[in-house]
Structure formats: C-alpha cells, structure tokens
C-alpha cells in the first residue's frame, strides 16, 4: 500500500562536477510514496531536471539538497529523514560512495566518468 504526502515540497539542488561549472535547480514535487527506497527516490530527484538527459550528469561527484514545505513535520517522513540523516549529500566519486550512491547511479549513464577524489 502506498502512502502519500500531498503538500508540495521545494528541493533545492547544487549539482557538482568534475569537468564543469555547479549548477542549480529549484523545484516543487509531492512525495508519492513516504515509504518509497531511498536511492530511487533520490535518482528521481536529482533527474527532475535532465529527464531523458542523464548523460548530463556522467560526471556528476556530488547533489546537495535544501528542502522547504509549509508543513513543519514533513521533516518527519521516513524518505526526508534519510536524507536529512546524511545533511542532504549524497557523493558519487567511486571511492567516497556508498550502497545508497552506488543504488542511485546503478544502470543509469550519472555518473559513469566520475574520477576517485583526491583529499
């Protein structure tokens, strides 16, 4: 059974690169699933903004995320707090990625030219 969340919620969303320049995207969505896996919500996420375009993102090493609602406890919902768990970073470089990361990029071209960070 799938429960939603209907008031929208705006995510703000700092893309980092290896080969460009940030870039930014601000939108509103409603959560379909408060229940929904972690990764797939994410990819859908950080995709909104290159729907048929994710090679626009192969080289994509970090998404930082802000989120803002008119209802204070959306911060309660089990998918917002996993990404508040992790202050709304989420690192694609092979060797700083996690299952969550790799889930995310998992069949998809985000990512795919990502060099190893070098602290």
């Given at each position: 059974m799938k429960?939603?969340?209907?008031?929208?919620?705006?995510?703000s969303?700092?893309?980092?690169?290896?080969?460009?320049?940030?870039?930014?995207?601000?939108?509103?969505?409603?959560?379909?699933?408060?229940?929904?896996?972690?990764?797939?919500?994410?990819?859908n996420l950080i995709g909104q903004p290159y729907p048929l375009d994710y090679h626009l993102l192969n080289d994509l090493c970090k998404v930082?995320?802000?989120f803002s609602c008119?209802?204070?406890?959306?911060?309660?919902?089990?998918?917002?707090?996993?990404?508040?768990?992790?202050?709304?970073?989420y690192y694609f470089q092979p060797n700083q990625r996690d299952e969550v990361e790799s889930a995310v990029i998992e069949d998809t071209e985000i990512a795919k030219?990502?060099?190893n960070f070098e602290g």
């Open positions: 429960i939603g969340f209907k008031p929208k919620i705006n995510v969303i700092i893309y980092t690169f290896d080969g460009k320049p940030q870039e930014m995207a601000d939108f509103d969505f409603q959560i379909g699933n408060i229940k929904a896996d972690e990764s797939e919500f994410v990819r930082s995320m802000a008119e209802v204070d406890d959306f911060v309660k919902l089990p998918i917002i707090k996993k990404i508040f768990d992790r202050g709304g970073k030219f990502t060099a």
